[in-house]
């Protein structure tokens, strides 16, 4: 016969006397059944899909479950919901805190006592929840500390495994990244926020008041790369234009790593770089397959980590050349060793884009998309993300709201002579001072 069960399903993240408050209820209940406490550890994917990246892969979180002396399996619980795992272990005792009766977790529970009831078998237990501790607690801690280079570096990486789409919003300061590091919305119970940054060549030149022509040297993009990392955990996205010289993009990739970056997006134009945007109306050269491969392959050489993400940007439809020529740059840039594809474009419209990521698809599920929406900026992340897109960032936007903030202020003080009249407009002292975690 089956053994009994009793059933914890848990991230185990970071542990804390609460977990094993549950846990040793767990052990209790399946003593007094001769049975086992089996644990369903959520993987990345089903963590993601409600929440951050959890600290530790599924496989570390695992290795310390298994070994708490109260566990007698864990088994990998794929979704929030608890509904497979309990059908195909049909459990005595299925064992959560009772904080979940209100807030984003209710719909789970409610799903856990309809699965029990549909079998005909099984009781959901809930102890009183562990007051004082809480991982959101031990999580805001946490972050207060930072985050190791590495463990940043390789974020990226997990979340493309975990989780489809990854938003990323452009930073180009400190002060933008504290914003797309921190801002969330609820939405159907499930708290949305970006994913990482996007040190975009075009916002950063800008807000230094250069163009976007490669005239920014790496030594300052860093600097800015460095001011954001002092202050935030999540993962960067480096454009690099072109990627410079060939003979110059390995010691790129090397500085890259060895800040943290997780990925440097290169694009396959050759000679005086210009806005992609502008299209054909400034002249742009797209480089050759073969000159743009060997870039790949001196960047994929140099890098030391296997983390770190080199990826492919194709010019062909921006420069109108047809889908034809990007899908097959697609595949060369892949077989040369790019670890992801971005496609842009400039239309209005996604199909072009659209018909990129399903042709691409059809001979390659794997590799990673990225895709920017600046101008065809109706189609949703969510929608991108179900025609295979896997990256979508935002290139732009939070520099582009700033000069309009910042222009209509400097206008009202001119216009009423004092700053009276655009005090609402701006963040009181008060405020901008408590902003930074250190200042009070
Ligand atoms: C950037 O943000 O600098 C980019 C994207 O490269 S785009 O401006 O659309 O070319
Ligand atoms: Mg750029």
């Not at 892969?57 to 566990?71: C, F, G, P």
């Not at 000159?291 to 001196?298: A, G, L, N």
């Amino acid at each position: 016969m089956k053994t009994p069960s009793v059933y914890v399903a848990m991230s185990a993240d970071l542990i804390h006397p609460g977990h094993i408050n549950i846990l040793k209820i767990a052990r209790d209940y399946a003593d007094s059944i001769d049975g086992e406490v089996v644990v369903g550890l959520l993987t990345d994917a089903a963590i993601a899909s409600y929440k951050r990246v959890p600290y530790m892969t599924y496989d570390q979180r695992k290795a310390v479950i298994e070994n708490l002396r109260y566990i007698d399996r864990v088994i990998p619980q794929t979704s929030l919901s608890y509904e497979e795992n309990i059908r195909a272990l049909r459990p005595r005792y299925v064992i959560h805190g009772d904080d979940w009766k209100s807030g984003a977790q209710a719909k789970t529970r409610q799903n856990v006592l309809d699965t029990l009831q549909d079998l005909g078998y099984g009781e959901l237990i809930e102890p009183a929840y562990t007051e004082g501790i809480s991982s959101t607690q031990l999580n805001a801690d946490a972050r207060a500390i930072g985050i190791s280079t590495n463990a940043r570096l390789s974020l990226l990486r997990r979340l493309i495994a975990a989780k489809k789409p990854l938003r990323i919003l452009e930073t180009h300061s400190a002060i933008s990244a504290l914003i797309a590091q921190n801002v969330f919305v609820q939405k159907d119970g499930v708290k949305l926020e970006f994913d990482g940054f996007w040190s975009s060549s075009l916002t950063d030149s800008t807000s230094r008041g250069k163009p976007d022509i490669e005239a920014v040297e790496l030594t300052s993009r860093l600097h800015t790369i460095n001011d954001i990392f002092e202050v935030t955990s999540k993962p960067l996205i480096y454009d690099a234009d072109t990627g410079g010289k060939i003979e110059h993009f390995g010691f790129t990739v090397r500085s890259l790593e060895r800040t943290g970056v997780s990925a440097v997006i290169i694009e396959d134009k050759t000679g005086l770089k210009k806005n992609s945007l502008l299209g054909n109306d400034v002249e742009q050269t797209q480089d050759s397959i073969d000159d743009f491969c060997d870039k790949i392959r001196v960047g994929k050489r140099a890098q030391i980590t296997s983390d770190f993400m080199i990826i492919a940007r194709i010019e062909s439809l921006i420069l109108e050349k047809g889908q034809d020529d990007a899908l097959k740059r697609a595949f060369a840039y892949v077989q040369a060793g790019a670890d992801g594809i971005m496609i842009h474009s400039r239309q209005k419209s996604p199909d072009e884009v659209l018909e990129f990521i399903q042709r691409f698809r059809t001979q390659d599920t794997q590799t990673p998309i990225v895709v920017v929406p600046t101008s065809f900026n109706a189609i949703t992340a969510q929608e991108l993300g179900e025609a295979g897109a896997n990256i979508i960032i935002y290139a732009n936007h939070l520099l582009r709201a700033s000069f309009i903030a910042m222009k209509e202020v400097a206008e009202g003080i001119l216009t009423h002579d004092r700053s009276l009249e655009i005090e609402g407009r701006c963040m009181s002292v008060k405020e901008i001072l408590s902003l930074i975690p250190g200042t009070i």
